[in-house]
């Protein structure tokens, strides 16, 4: 056997050895929910990558957008990394585009002891949506929107 089947055989029994482990792992609500929530976040990361990699803009482009070094941006890109959101939005600002978080409700997270959550199997605690109110904001926003519209017009 040479050294590269060798080396084949030890990373195919690593890699079967691991998947055997993960997949008792995700018998753990716990470790599944864990394993999802990185999953997504990788997935964000990786579509946030390839951007950057589509406009053809260097980490260093987008570390100057962002106004941090390269080694920083690197990192973000890295398989391990866990960033905060507020990193995650400037980065999508910084290879032009917008990130949105989306909440779905109700969430199934069968990790969490059907007391601690707000969602029952059969009935909802909340009797209804909660109202919304606004601060004005987007109206003012709007309202002066306009304005700066009909004074270019």
Not at 8 to 32: I, N, T
Not at 114 to 122: L, Q, R, V
Not at 127 to 138: C, D, F, I, N, T
Request: hydrophobic letters at 35%.
């Amino acid at each position: 056997m040479s050294a590269n089947d060798e080396q084949k055989f030890v990373v195919d029994e690593f890699e079967d050895e691991f998947g055997a482990y993960l997949e008792e792992a995700k018998q753990s609500p716990v470790f599944r929910a864990e394993y999802e929530d990185a999953d997504d976040r990788q997935h964000l990361i990786d579509a946030l990558v390839m951007l950057r990699q589509a406009l053809g803009l260097s980490q260093k482009e987008v570390a100057k957008r962002m106004g941090i070094g390269q080694p920083t941006v690197s990192g973000f890109e890295k398989e391990s990394s866990d960033p905060k959101l507020s990193t995650l939005q400037r980065y999508a600002r910084a290879v032009e585009a917008r990130l949105q978080v989306k909440v779905d409700l109700p969430a199934v997270c069968d990790w969490v002891p059907t007391g601690f959550t707000a969602y029952g199997k059969w009935e909802r605690v909340a009797p209804k949506r909660p109202e919304m109110h606004s601060s004005g904001l987007a109206r003012d926003w709007a309202a002066n929107s306009q304005r700066d519209y009909e004074q270019v017009a």
